[in-house]
């Protein structure tokens, strides 16, 4: 297992922003924002083969919205929104 910085700001190795400083997270934050980098990944893999109304996409997208709203417990909202707003910009290239 790899061992994570966590100073870093982008836990899903990103380069950083220019200007924007670091900030640590703890374990706990840590686990949330690269468990929904993790499942906004497996939707990316899965949008396009399975149907809108699978069971499996389906409880894939309430898993992703459970994991965003512990982020904003946790008081990472914001590193969490990055994470969609990157995942909105792959999937339109």
Known sequence: MIPFDTQRPDPTNESQQEGRGTRPYSPVQLLFLLRLAR???????????????????????????????????????????????????????
């Open 39 to 93: 499942l906004l990944r497996q939707r990316q893999e899965y949008v396009n083969v399975l149907s809108a109304e699978d069971w499996r996409l389906k409880l894939l997208n309430k898993a992703i919205y459970s994991t965003y709203c512990d982020c904003i417990e946790q008081g990472i909202g914001d590193d969490a929104k990055a994470l969609f707003e990157r995942d909105k910009a792959t999937n339109r290239t």
